[in-house]
């Protein structure tokens, strides 16, 4: 009987030891591992942001043959989401609350009637690799119990963090990757003189021959009026099949157009810029990949797509020289 007396009382020590130390706990813990990808991170940001791919690298996936997953509408950027069902790994849903295209994702994750927790992902180009960080954060709100979960977090979730990203760097860096350099940023506008054009054919040779029909039109008017030049000539394209397009140039500040020939304001926001190297024969090629750049990282167009000849083929005649900068118009 005295055994069982001290043991209760050893036993009640403990607790109250226990509630103590939890007591002194904070009520959130972070768990992170990273990894170095030797590939782009436009390339290792896809393999995340695209949650369709996660089916491909997720450690509980490839662990849980009963885990079925859902989708929402939008399967990749801001606003997309995926729930599990799953007779081991119980239910829940994870979603993409936040994007900065090669940069950053942030995900809320919920657990049916276990709580929910923040993920986030951080993603470093240095050098042509990819530092990649991989976080989730776990909220007790005050509670005991969550803050003892807490402790063992990181023996828990950590292996399977290692693992996915193991997969995600074997699957990136057997990615082919672009030659097309690609950035995000925001751009000014100014004032451009243009006149409107339509290619019959989206040969490179037909619409080359309507833009320089295009320019030189623009050339003339800015002549005959003292116009001088400001910046290089570009094009704004409203369709792409037919090519129809408008060739501007830019020009001051209260510029007027005349006839067919208008002044415009060019666009001014966020965009992704490739960076086009070459003949204009390939320009389709370059267009076609920030297409499915916009596609993949769920960006929303803003306006029509434009392309600024940042090289004079007149003077330069090595078109290996060339460069164009392409613009994608995005709100989000």
């Given amino acids: 009987m005295k055994f069982v007396k001290k043991a209760l009382v050893v036993l009640g020590v403990l607790i109250v030891v226990l509630v103590v130390f939890l007591l002194t706990q904070p009520d959130e ?5 990273s990894i170095s990808i030797n590939a782009p991170a436009a390339v290792v940001f896809e393999q995340v942001n695209g949650l369709k791919n996660w089916e491909s690298w997720s450690y509980w996936k490839k662990q849980d043959p009963t885990m079925v997953n859902a989708y929402g509408e939008q399967v990749a950027g801001t606003g997309a989401w995926y729930s599990w069902t799953s007779e081991n790994s119980g239910t829940g849903r994870l979603e993409i609350t936040e994007t900065v295209p090669n940069q950053v994702i942030n995900t809320k994750i919920e657990f049916d009637g276990q709580g929910q927790g923040r993920g986030y992902w951080k993603f470093e180009e ?13 909220d007790a709100d005050g509670n ?45 506008g100014g004032p451009v003189l243009g006149i409107s054009g339509e290619s019959a054919s989206t040969d490179s040779e037909a619409v080359g021959a309507s833009m320089a029909l295009g320019f030189g039109q623009v050339m003339e008017y ?3 009026n003292n116009i001088k030049q400001r910046g290089m000539p ?11 397009m408008t060739c501007v ?26 960076i086009h190297k070459g003949d204009y024969a390939n320009l389709s090629e370059s267009h076609a990949e ?6 993949d990282n769920a960006l929303e167009p803003a306006g029509a797509p434009f392309e600024v000849y940042a090289t004079d083929p007149g003077i330069v005649t090595d078109t290996t020289q060339w460069v164009t900068y392409i613009f994608y118009p995005f709100s989000r």
């Fill in 29 to 33: 813990t972070t768990i992170e591992r």
């Fill in 249 to 274: 140039i830019g020009v001051a500040e209260g510029t007027e157009g005349s006839g067919d020939i208008v002044a415009l304001q060019s666009y001014e926001g966020k965009v992704v810029e490739g």
């Fill in 126 to 138: 240095i050098d042509g690799a990819t530092q990649v960080t991989w976080g989730f954060i776990s």
């Fill in 234 to 244: 570009g094009a704004i394209y409203t369709s792409m099949d037919p090519v129809v």
């Fill in 290 to 295: 920030l297409t499915r750049y916009m596609q």
């Fill in 222 to 224: 800015m002549n005959q």
């Fill in 144 to 188: 005991l119990i969550g803050r003892f979960f807490n402790l063992m977090l990181d023996g828990m979730i950590a292996p399977s963090f290692e693992q996915g990203l193991s997969e995600i760097k074997s699957i990136a860096e057997a990615t082919p990757t672009s030659s097309l350099p690609i950035t995000t940023k925001h751009i000014s």
